[in-house]
């Protein structure tokens, strides 16, 4: 997707590029790439409005080892030049092409090392009083832009140089949080390692002393199924459930109306374990990811585990070849047709006439539905709807 977001912006801007091909180009990568070149385009438009043609750097490598010891980055665009109202700007933007983690521009750390690479590097062009930084990650609907002066900047960039430098010789302290993520030491980190199997045996004393023993007493309690979302209270009388008789001869009752509860866990505890479980869990996918890397890629022995062959499927070696064969025998009906997606046709009509043509058979279903933190800055959606946005009350008509 980054080599389409070059080509998309350097054709654009009228720079000849050959197009890059992937396995994994589809409709919707090509959408993605184009609201990242959209964006881009519109950003250089502003900046030409001062009147001074902006440097436009596209895939720059941009060092900043004057903070950080060897360090440097690509910057997928960077622009020097004026702000509109005249004052020199250097604007940093980033794409992000996944969808996982919604990304904020922020006090964000690469993009203020990026930055302060670009300050260093061109900042003599326009002495420029504010470096602003986007981050467009169009899979989240995401483009946060965050701007800081470049004294500012400067400020942050010395308060990280002392720790850098111990970063690189190896020394302090390794703090686990949500930003150990996207860390490519992850599966071998030591503190990592320590904090999820802490959390894990943390999370299970937890409920074996407090959830189980409550859930019990008000199982106990009720003597029926709870579905309760209000919090368990522990109950004063004996939580310890009644021996059962596993000898006494099986008899159909058929005056119990309720189904006993088991000892299950209510929602609100299973909902304050989340945090805990999603660091444990990529925690475990990362050693998971590592050592198969480490076996399959670099040919590391894993004591007690070996490498096997997954289930491939059948594949003709030469189509032309197997085709004209059929077709020889007389079985012709090989071949399939399809509509072109809603994007290339598109493309083929332009978009003024697709509109016209087409637009009123266009459909944008909402997005898959997602549990996400409660700070996470997207509306909240409407889950009794459906993909036409009808609830279901609007699909009944009402009897008199
Ligand atoms: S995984 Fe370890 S080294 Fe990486 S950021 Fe987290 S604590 Fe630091």
Redesign the pocket.
């Known amino acids: 997707m980054h080599e389409r977001c070059e080509w998309k912006l350097r054709t654009a801007l009228g720079e000849t590029m050959d197009e890059p091909h992937s396995e994994y180009d589809t409709d919707e990568t090509d959408q993605v790439t184009d609201v990242y070149a959209e964006f881009c385009l519109s950003t250089i438009e502003t900046m030409r409005r001062s009147s001074v043609e902006p440097l436009i750097l596209i895939e720059e490598r941009l060092d900043y080892s004057h903070i950080a010891p060897q360090g440097f980055g690509t910057g997928d665009l960077v622009l020097v030049g004026k702000d509109e109202d005249g004052t020199g700007l250097i604007h940093v933007i980033d794409f992000k092409g996944g969808r996982g983690v919604r990304v904020e521009a922020e006090m964000n750390s690469q993009m203020m090392l990026y930055a302060a690479a670009a300050l260093n590097s061109y900042g003599f062009l326009v002495d420029p009083e504010i470096i602003r930084m986007s981050i467009v990650q169009p899979r989240l609907d995401n483009i946060s832009t965050f701007q800081m002066t470049v004294e500012e900047l400067n400020a942050w960039a010395e308060s990280i140089k002392p720790i850098a430098r111990m970063a690189f010789e190896g020394k302090g302290e390794?703090?686990?949080?949500d930003?150990?993520i996207f860390?490519?030491?992850?599966p071998v980190?030591?503190?990592?390692a320590e904090?999820a199997l802490s959390l894990a045996r943390e999370e299970f004393l937890d409920l074996d002393e407090d959830v189980l023993d409550s859930a019990c007493a008000d199982t106990q309690a009720n003597g029926e199924q709870v579905h309760s979302t209000e919090p368990v209270e522990r109950a004063e009388q004996d939580s310890s459930p009644e021996p059962t008789d596993t000898t006494a001869p099986y008899i159909l009752d058929r005056d119990t109306i309720v189904f006993k509860s088991p000892q299950l866990i209510p929602i609100e505890t299973l909902a304050s374990l989340m945090p805990s479980l999603t660091r444990i869990d990529s925690w475990i996918e990362?050693v998971f990811a590592f050592i198969s890397a480490e076996a399959i890629t670099h040919g590391v022995t894993i004591p007690g585990y070996k490498i096997v062959e997954g289930r491939s499927r059948r594949v003709f070696s030469d189509e032309y070849a197997a085709a004209n064969a059929a077709e020889a025998a007389g079985v012709t009906n090989i071949y399939k047709t399809e509509m072109k997606s809603l994007s290339e046709i598109e493309k083929m009509m332009g978009k003024k006439r697709f509109a016209e043509v087409l637009g009123e058979y266009v459909l944008k279903p909402p997005g898959k539905l997602a549990l996400v933190p409660e700070d996470d800055p997207r509306p909240a959606a409407d889950n009794t709807l459906d993909a036409r946005g009808a609830s279901a009350t609007d699909e009944f008509d009402v009897i008199e």
Do not use: N
Request: some cysteine; hydrophobic content about 25%; aromatic content about 6%.
């Open positions: 390794q703090h686990t949080g930003w150990c860390c490519k030491a992850k980190c030591r503190a990592c904090e990362a």
